[in-house]
């Protein structure tokens, strides 16, 4: 599957949607391909702020348990509350209905290190090696 372009990466295999002062955050297709059949989603509360680079969910899967990290600090002012019921959305739709939080950016230069589809593809090649 080919990582959308309008998305910004983290090295922690996260992604980013920005619209105006929102950022959509969940985790790549590489990421949960890694993790297999994703059985449970804990998300955050509405209301709660996030901090760059800190746990901001945790996604559970039949292989292990592992924290999602906040691309960008700001406040969750939306949850995925299907993802509650469906945590398979996450495999199916990892860029589209799997997504996890939104957030109200606090700063966007904080995105300034974030990486490109381009350079996420990069990346994951580097990795492989």
């Known amino acids: 599957?080919?990582?959308p372009?309008?998305?910004?990466?983290?090295?922690?295999h996260e992604w980013m949607k920005v619209e105006g002062d929102i950022a959509i955050i969940g985790i790549t297709h590489f990421a949960q391909e890694q993790l297999?059949?994703?059985v449970f989603v804990e998300l955050p509360e509405v209301g709660k702020n996030v901090?760059?680079?800190k746990q901001a969910a945790i996604v559970e899967s039949v292989k292990s348990v592992s924290d999602v990290f906040a691309?960008?600090?700001?406040?969750i002012i939306e949850v995925n509350e299907v993802l509650k019921e469906?945590?398979?959305?996450?495999n199916q739709d990892p860029y589209g209905e799997g997504w996890m939080i939104k957030v109200r950016?606090?700063?966007q230069h904080e995105s300034d290190d974030l990486m490109s589809a381009e350079e996420y593809e990069k990346f994951l090649k580097e990795e492989e090696h």
């Not at 309008?6 to 922690?12: A, M, S, V």
């Not at 691309?71 to 406040?75: K, N, Q």
């Not at 469906?86 to 996450?90: E, R, S, T």
């Open 1 to 3: 599957m080919k990582n």
């Open 5 to 12: 372009d309008d998305l910004k990466y983290t090295k922690e």
């Open 36 to 38: 297999t059949d994703i």
């Open 51 to 53: 901090t760059k680079s």
């Open 71 to 75: 691309p960008i600090s700001g406040e």
């Open 86 to 90: 469906k945590p398979d959305l996450v």
């Open 105 to 107: 950016i606090e700063n």
